[in-house]
């Protein structure tokens, strides 16, 4: 992999001109940047909001008068000299604009956050290169880096908001996906122009120019969060539903909480259950790298084994309790299908834009695939996820939740209401297949509910949606 050269990084300058601007620079720059970094400790440091406020207008006053001083972004110009002699990641300087906002530190830097922008200013570089402050960031959900036409644009998702990402100096792209595709063991290639993998902390997707027009780094963060613990009625049922055992979809658009949802699901069956004996079978890890249990399996695609080999080897060789399907795409639908309508419990996500659209799209998998069949006739709950974008950040998850009867729909929760508990409890059979103490299907939901913390919710009467409105609408 080539290096970077310097008359390429500092504008024409030799490595003699180099430690010439070292010198120059060193004395000049002394000040402001320990200014910064005097500023930016002492804010993490008071605890009043009255210090916290004088504080803040401290290093934006600070932050101003370097920023503005000849225009372009020095304030941290001796480290950033330093690391681009250690780093191949770097390019040119870039000018940037005065900024107000809030300047946060972490390990590696500083970020500044105002008006829409996040601005990144590396002080010691790690695997991420120029952008390893913004990784360091708890906050930080979501990066995405593409390069048009010879420009970098740089967006991230910070505690529920979008930012647009401004660096101190060019990202030269390919090198950061190059290292990335090597230290994750992506294989990229002319034949292979798309993978992804875990990096860091991170599932990164890399894409190479030919088919994204540049090169092409999307990164989310692999956190272990489980929104279902704030809703434990919620969490409660869904768990005694895959109990009964009943085969669970979750349907929603890319990003609307449908896996995060999932995972939820089967960590607090893992925590009831802990010797319940699971499969998880996917094409890449996602599920699997945040769930663990001495009783669980797992299955991932490589070579030419596919996600219907492997449902099929599970079935045969481990006979689990509970099968978990990471994603239905189209070739392993027939076989999941078939585990869903054999008693085995099966969750497992599906794109779709609501209820109505998931239904129609897996009939029509199925009866490609020659099977004269309905996917009501294997799978019972269905539940509907949703994604809302809006000026003030995402809200993603569970929006609503349907158990199949001979009616139609019926709802059990929707937009935080739920069906009163004597009607949840008349969906479930007489036993459940997983026990608490007894089989016995009320007994077990309540012991469910008192693990899970579940206390009172707001409930009412909720009426069965008939299939043909369901159907011939996009009920969500």
């Given at each position: 992999m080539p290096l970077v050269s310097s008359s390429k990084n500092l504008g024409g300058l030799r490595p003699r001109g180099l430690k010439l601007l070292k010198r120059e620079r060193s004395e000049e720059g002394l000040a402001e940047n320990s200014q910064l970094r005097k500023a930016a400790r002492t804010a993490s440091a008071p605890s009043s909001p009255n210090e916290q406020q004088a504080v803040a207008g401290e290093v934006h006053s600070t932050l101003d008068a370097v920023l503005q001083r000849g225009g372009r972004a020095r304030r941290l110009s001796l480290p950033l000299i330093r690391a681009?002699?250690?780093?191949r990641l770097e390019g040119v300087e870039v000018p940037l604009q005065a900024l107000r906002g809030e300047v946060v530190r972490v390990a590696s830097g500083y970020l500044l956050f105002g008006d829409g922008v996040g601005r990144v200013y590396a002080e010691r570089e790690g695997p991420w290169g120029p952008l390893q402050p913004l990784v360091d960031y708890p906050g930080t959900q979501e990066v995405f880096v593409t390069e048009q036409d010879g420009m970098v644009h740089i967006t991230a998702g910070i505690a529920g908001k979008r930012y647009v990402v401004e660096l101190p100096r060019e990202l030269v792209v390919e090198r950061l996906a190059q290292r990335i595709a090597i230290a994750a063991g992506i294989p990229l290639s002319e034949r292979n122009p798309q993978d992804s993998g875990e990096y860091h902390g991170w599932r990164v997707n890399l894409a190479l120019?030919?088919?994204?027009?540049?090169?092409?780094?999307?990164?989310?963060?692999?956190v272990r969060v489980d929104p279902l613990r704030g809703e434990p009625l919620l969490l409660a049922r869904l768990v005694t539903l895959a109990a009964a055992?009943?085969?669970?979809?979750?349907?929603?658009?890319?990003?609307?909480g449908k896996t995060t949802a999932l995972i939820g699901v089967?960590?607090?069956?893992?925590?009831?259950?802990?010797?319940l004996r699971v499969s998880i079978v996917e094409e890449e890890p996602e599920v699997a790298v945040q769930v663990q249990g001495p009783s669980v399996v797992r299955y991932f695609s490589f070579g030419g084994r596919t996600v219907t080999d492997n449902i099929r080897a599970t079935r045969r060789y481990d006979r689990p309790d509970l099968l978990v399907v990471g994603e239905l795409r189209g070739e392993e639908v027939?076989?999941?299908?078939?585990?869903?309508?054999?008693?085995?419990?099966?969750?497992?996500?599906?794109?779709?834009?609501?209820l109505a659209d998931a239904v129609k799209r897996l009939d029509t998998l199925i009866q490609a695939a020659g099977l004269r069949a309905s996917v009501l006739d294997a799978v019972r709950v269905?539940?509907?996820?949703?994604?809302?974008?809006s000026s003030s950040g995402v809200e993603r998850g569970v929006k609503a939740v349907y158990v199949v009867t001979e009616k139609g729909f019926q709802p059990v929760y929707k937009a935080g209401r739920h069906l009163a508990e004597e009607?949840?409890?008349?969906?479930?059979?007489?036993?459940?297949?997983?026990?608490?103490?007894?089989?016995?299907?009320?007994?077990?939901?309540?012991?469910?509910?008192?693990?899970?913390?579940?206390?009172e919710a707001r409930f009412e009467q909720m009426e069965p949606l008939p299939f043909e409105e369901v159907l011939s609408s996009e009920v969500g």
């Open positions: 681009r002699e250690s780093s120019p030919q088919i994204a027009g540049g090169w092409q780094i999307s990164a989310a963060r692999v055992p009943n085969s669970l979809v979750f349907a929603g658009p890319p990003g609307s089967l960590r607090a069956l893992l925590e009831l259950w802990p010797q027939p076989s999941w299908f078939e585990a869903a309508g054999s008693g085995i419990p099966v969750l497992t996500t599906a794109h779709s834009v609501g269905w539940v509907v996820c949703g994604k809302t974008v009607e949840f409890v008349k969906l479930l059979p007489p036993e459940l297949q997983l026990a608490l103490e007894s089989r016995e299907a009320a007994r077990v939901y309540e012991r469910v509910r008192e693990r899970l913390g579940a206390e």
